[in-house]
């Protein structure tokens, strides 16, 4: 049975794809048999003619990891906008059925899934009001929640945490990104530990060179080597 995670964001750009791309590149780097899952991406690039998520190729230029980006990332919009909007003005609804066909086909070829989320948690999905979180619980992940280092990140985790606890969604752990380690986000992630009530918290430091639209990894792969044991991580991991 493979197992995964759900990597899911405080908000939107607090660097759920750097994370996802450097969880990637130390799974593959061990050879966990691991796939990328990216239902739902707003930002597209075309490469050779093909329409592929901006998300889907950083990971791949950092971790190698490539698969028919129909499989990886079966809802794709060009406009960077929430996903219920792209869909409407892109007029492409995303069909759960869809994304739970290509989740069972990586299941079937992989026996590890990073999955990463688009913003946060309380995304709508459609004009009717099916949410990312509904697509997350029905997909059987839990999660790791990625939050900014910096100042409103207290309470943009915590309201996270608190929400995802309210309608039943596991948070295995808080991924702090892209710390300075000011004397601020040191006392950001002290308190975050204190009172999330989450056991594993873990820093990720600022990196250099790193711009996900640009697809640039500057030195994502030495941090996260430096900054992560992929073994705890994968033993946080669920059956799916
Ligand atoms: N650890 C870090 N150090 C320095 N810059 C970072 C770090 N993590 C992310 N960034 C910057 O933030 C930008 C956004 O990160 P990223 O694309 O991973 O966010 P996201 O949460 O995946 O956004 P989206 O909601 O659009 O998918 C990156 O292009 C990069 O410039
Ligand atoms: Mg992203």
Known sequence: MPKGIYIVGTDTEVGKTVVSAGLMHLMLAQKYRSSYFKPVASGAIVINGITEAIDA??????????????????????????????????????????????????KGCYEWIIAEGAGGLAVPLNDEG??????????????????????????????????????????????????????????????????????AVITIPALTGVDTEKCQIGNLKEVFEKSIVIDQIVAEMDEL
């Open 130 to 199: 099916y949410m990312q979180y509904d697509l997350i619980r029905e997909l059987g992940f839990s999660c790791l929640l990625v939050a900014n280092a910096g100042l409103g990140t207290i309470n943009h985790t915590l309201l996270s945490v608190h929400f995802a606890r309210s309608i039943g969604l596991k948070i295995k752990g808080i991924i702090i990104n892209g710390s300075t380690r000011s004397l601020l986000e040191r006392d950001n992630a002290e308190t975050i530990i204190k009172l999330a009530g989450v056991p």
């Open 57 to 106: 190729v950083f990971v791949r230029t950092a971790s190698g990891f490539s698969e028919e980006p129909g499989n990886i990332t079966p809802f794709v919009f060009k406009n960077e906008v929430a996903p219920h909007l792209a869909a409407r003005l892109e007029q492409m609804p995303i069909d759960v059925g869809v994304i739970k066909d290509r989740f069972q086909y990586l």
